[in-house]
T-cell receptor, first 110, second 116 residues
Framework: DAKTTQPNSMESNEEEPVHLPCNHSTISGTDYIHWYRQLPSQGPEYVIHGLTSNVNNRMASLAIAEDRKSSTLILHRATLRDAAVYYCILRDPYGNKLVFGAGTILRVKS | DSGVTQTPKHLITATGQRVTLRCSPRSGDLSVYWYQQSLDQGLQFLIHYYNGEERAKGNILERFSAQQFPDLHSELNLSSLELGDSALYFC???????????????FGSGTRLTVV
């Protein structure tokens, strides 16, 4: 399974944008980039995924570098409810198993 | 409510015992995945079932087994329990056709197992 590297933790102020980076230098041409988050005492929650182009949904935006060796999850206006562990995961298109790393702990200050 | 139901929410049992965790996937989802989350190991993939068939195995101990029934619910059986098996066990389901189409996981809220 291709690996990702994320910062252990990040801090943000409420109402400000947050950019969560992820490095995946060994990504193959067919790997999808998935982001999940896990709020305290809950199961992980799907956030967004993409292959090559930038993606937007109601929760976040995903910016993928042109060489696909890195990506950034963007929360446009952080709220206290966004405090969670954010996981960046690569998925090959022939297997649906997701391998979770340690993720980034996002703290949001009011 | 994510649509994935896990029971029980909490389970306390003694070492050496056997327990069964149950998962009902979201309506229409054919795949079920089991994960174990302990404090020191993070989320570890255990096993994947698709429409009743085992599709992939991860770090699942021989003392653990799972199955998916015709109604698509799944059970994870843990036997000869040890203190180190104490963890959160999550089930996830997904819409996929078993051949590549995949739209993400929906996780349940987990079963917290405490072995004493």
């Amino acid at each position: 399974d291709a690996k990702t590297t994320q910062p252990n933790s990040m801090e943000s102020n409420e109402e400000e944008p947050v950019h969560l980076p992820c490095n995946h230098s060994t990504i193959s041409g067919t790997d999808y980039i998935h982001w999940y988050r896990q709020l305290p005492s809950q199961g992980p929650e799907y956030v967004i995924h993409g292959l090559t182009s930038n993606v937007n949904n109601r929760m976040a935006s995903l910016a993928i570098a042109e060489d696909r060796k890195s990506s950034t999850l963007i929360l446009h206006r952080a709220t206290l409810r966004d405090a969670a562990v954010y996981y960046c995961i690569l998925r090959d298109p022939y297997g649906n198993k997701l391998v979770f790393g340690a993720g980034t702990i996002l703290r949001v200050k009011s | 409510d994510s649509g994935v139901t896990q029971t029980p929410k909490h389970l306390i049992t003694a070492t050496g015992q056997r327990v069964t965790l149950r998962c009902s996937p979201r309506s229409g989802d054919l795949s079920v995945y089991w994960y174990q989350q302990s404090l020191d190991q993070g989320l570890q993939f255990l096993i994947h079932y698709y429409n009743g068939e085992e599709r992939a195995k991860g770090n699942i101990l021989e003392r653990f087994s799972a199955q998916q029934f015709p109604d698509l619910h799944s059970e994870l059986n843990l036997s000869s329990l040890e203190l180190g098996d104490s963890a959160l066990y999550f089930c996830a389901s997904s819409v996929d056709n078993g051949q590549g189409a995949f739209y993400g996981y929906t996780f349940g809220s987990g079963t917290r197992l405490t072995v004493v």
